[in-house]
C-alpha cells in the first residue's frame, strides 16, 4: 500500500503549469500526508488550517474544497516474474481527479464509490523511483457550466452546489445536521499490486436455503478465476465455527468459473444477537494449478436466509406487510439510521467503528440502515456488524435530488459503482437490504398536483433497471427495494413499504392513503410527538427528534466565552432551521430552557420521551408494523442533532429509554383517554411469556400505591393487551404514575404519566444519597437512594465511550439502585461521577 504522500494547493489550472506532477516535493509548501487520508486534517497537522469542528471554523475552512490538489508519492519498482503485470488500485479517489505516472497521464476519476485501476507494467522505471501524481480538481470548476435537474422550491442548495451531479457524498455539502466541509483526496488505500496471468478474481458465497427445521441447509460458492491454464481447480472448503470441516470440494475451473453446492446438515446459522449466536464459517479457497498453489483466499461467511414478507395485511384491509424474514422467522427490525461517524470519511476504521457497532447491538437494537447521502462505508463497518450480529439495511448513495439520465458517461459511471459495491459487500452476512435511495420517490410524490402534468422521475433508470438488475444478477438472494421510502400509492404511503414519519419535528402532513392529508403544520400542537400514535405505518425507516450533546461535547467545541444558552456559538451547531425550532416540543412537553444547563436536560429528556412513546406505539402494533428505524444513530461532528449517540461517545438519554423500549419484550401502556388504560405485552423473544407481574398506580408525591397482580401469558412473535385499568381505581391525576414490573426481568420496568413533565404534580429538589465505590481502576460501583420520587435520575463522567449499567431512569420513594460504570481505556475516579435529576 502506498500511504506516504506530500500535497499541495494551487490556483485552478496553476498546477499543471509549474509541473507540479514532477518538480520537487520536499520544499516546506508541500505537506505530508496519507493514504487514505484527509486534507483538511493535514492541513490542520501543519498549521495552516484551524481545528474544522472547533468553535466556528467551519466557514474559515471554506476555501479548501475551492483549490487544485497535488498529492505526491515516490516508489520504487517491485521485481516482478515473467508472464506478471504490475497494477495500480485506486479504491477511493475523491473525486475528479487526475493521475500522473513518471510525468504522463494514465487515467482520470469521478467517480469516489468505485475504483480505478490501471496496468502500469510498462510505465515504471526499470529500476529505481518512479513519481505518482494526482491531481484533484475542484468540483465547482468541473461543473460551472453543468445545470443541474432540480424539483420546483427544493432546489435552494441544490441549485448551488450541483451536488446531484457529482458521484460523492453529498453531505459534505452540510446537512440538517452536519457541517459544509466537502473532501478531497485519497480517501480508500491506493496499492501497486503484482497480478500473476492465473489468479483469483472473486468469491461469492450465498446460503440457498434452511429447512424448516433448520436442520439443514443448501449454501453456493461460485469462484471467478483469470484462467490461462487449462489444469486449474479451485479446492473449496467450509468450516464451522468451531474449527471444524463442515465441507469440502475440489471444482474444475471451467470458461473462467468454479461452482459448488454444500448440503450442511446441522448448521450453525448466523442471527442477529437477540436471536441467537452470529455464527461465523471460514470459507477457505484455494486456486491450483496442477501441483502448485498460485492463489488462496479466505472470506469470514454466514449461513443465514434472508427475505421480506409483503403479503396482504388480513387484519387491516387494503394494507400489506413489510417485515423481515431472518432464516424464516419474521422479526421485528429495532434499529437505527446511520450517517458517516465523521465528516472526514478517509479517517475511518475499526477503532471508530467498533465502539458504536457495539453500543448499537449493546443498545438492543438489530439493525442499522445505512443513510444514502453518506458513503458505502469501509470494510471494517460491515466485518462488525458480521460479527455483533447487526441486519444492515444498505442504501446506494443517492438523496434528495433528482438525477441526471441523459449523460452516457455519468451513467457508466454508476452502473459500475453499483457493480462494484455490490461485489464487494454480498459476502457480508449482515447484509440485509439494498435499497436504491433516500427520499426521492418521497419527494417526487410531494410534487404531484391534479392540474399539473407529473414530470418525469429522473433516477428512476438507475432505482428501477440498473440497480435492481444488478442485484439480480450479482447478489439475488439479498432482497432489493426502489427507495427509503416507498411503496404504496404514495411512496410515503402507510399502507405498504416504509415510511418516513416527519409529522412530528418537521410538521409534514401524513400519507395515510395515497396523498397528504391537511398541510405543514408547525405548531406546536401540529408537531408534538404524541402524533406518532397516528402513524399506522408498516415499517417506520425514519422518525426522530432532536437533543442537545452532553455538555461535556458543548464544553471540548465551543470557547468558554460563548458556552452559554442562545450563543452565536451554540446556535452554529443546529443545522436544523430554524435554529429554535425544538421549542416548539419542548413547549409542550418539558417547558421551556432557561439556562444552558436545563436545555441540555430538556431537550434530551424530551427526545427520550418521545421516542419511547412512538417505539411502543410500533410495537404494539406488531406485525402490522414490523419495524422502527430511529433518524439518527451517530453524528458526524459535535452537534445538536437528532442523534442518540454524540460525535464524542456521550450517550444521550434517548440511547437508554430505547434501549428499554427496544428490549426483546416490552410493556407498555396505551392511554385512551377518559382514564381509560390498557396494558400491552410485545414479545419478541424465543419463547412465551407466562408470569404473575405487578401493575401499581402510584402517587407521586405521597408514595402511597394501588396495586394488582396479573396474570399474563404473551406467545413469541405477538403483542396483545394483557390488562386494563379498573373503574375501580382511583382516578388518574397529573400527580400519578402507572407502573408495571417484572420480577423475573421478562421486561424492563415501565411508566405511564398522565400530563406532560412540565405539568407533573411531583417532588422537587430531591436530593439523592449517593455512595460511590471503586472495583478496579476502570470500573465504578454508584448507589442511589431516593428519599422522594425522582425523575430523570442519571450520572455523568466526563470521558467518552463510558459504559453504565443503566442511566436516566426515575426512581420511586425509597428506591435503591446500584449502577456500575465502566471505561477499559480510562482510569476511572470516585470524584469523575456528577449525578443530577429534573
Known sequence: MLTDWRMK??????GLATHAFDNDARSADWVDVSAPGDTYLALHAAGRLPDPFADQNEARCAWVIDREWWWRCDFTTPAVRPGERLQLNFLGLDTFATVWLNGEVIGEADNMFRPYVFDVTDRLA?????????????????????????????????GVNKRNMVRKAQFGWGWDWG????????????????VAPVGLDDVHFWTESIAADHHEAKVGVEVTARAVAKSLVADITLIDPYGKTAASVRAPVTDGKANCAFTLADPQLWWTHDFGAPALYRLQVLLIDGDEVVERRELKVGVRTIAIDQSPDPDEPGATFFRFVLNGRPIFARGSCWIPASSFVATLGEAQYRPLIESLADGAQNMVRIWGGGVYEHDAFYDLCDEVGLLVWQDFMFACAPYPQ???AFVDSVATEVRYQISRLRNHPSMGLWCGNNENQMMQDFQRRPDVPEKPFLGALYYDEIIPEAVTALDPTTPYWPGSPAGGPHANSMLAGDVHDWTVWHGLPPVPVDRPVGRPNATPEGKAYTRYAEDM????????????????????????????????????????????????????????????QEYVDFTQLMQAEGLKFAIEHFRRRMPHCSGSLIWQYNDCWPCVSWSLMDYNGFAKASWFYTRRAYAPAVASFKDLGEGNVELWISNERLEAIRETVTVSLVDLISGEAVTASVDVEVGSNASHEVWTLPSTWPAPTPGHALRVRSASGAFPDN???????????????VKLEVSVTQRDPHTLEVTLQAPAYTLFAHLIVPHGWTRFSDNHFDLLAGERRTITVSNPDVVLRPEDVTVRSV
Open 179 to 194: 457541517p459544509t466541509l466537502p473532501t478531497v483526496g485519497l480517501w480508500r488505500p491506493v496499492t501497486l499490486e503484482v
Open 751 to 765: 411508566r405511564l404519566f398522565f400530563a406532560a413533565i412540565k405539568d407533573l404534580r411531583r417532588p422537587r429538589d
Open 406 to 408: 441523459d449523460d452516457p
Open 537 to 596: 405505518s408498516r415499517f417506520v425507516s425514519e422518525y426522530g427528534l432532536h437533543a442537545s450533546p452532553a455538555m461535556e461535547t458543548l464544553k471540548r467545541a465551543i470557547p468558554e466565552a460563548d458556552l452559554y444558552y442562545g450563543s452565536p456559538a451554540l446556535e452554529h451547531r443546529i443545522k436544523d432551521n430554524p435554529k429554535d425550532k425544538v421549542n416548539t416540543l419542548l413547549v409542550t412537553s418539558t417547558g421551556l430552557p432557561t439556562d444552558l
Open 126 to 158: 526499470a529500476s529505481g523511483v518512479n513519481r505518482l501524481a494526482v491531481r484533484f480538481d475542484p468540483p465547482a470548476d468541473r461543473l460551472k457550466n453543468v445545470e443541474p435537474p432540480l424539483w420546483p422550491g427544493m432546489g435552494f442548495t441544490v
Open 9 to 14: 494547493d494551487f490556483d485552478v489550472g496553476a
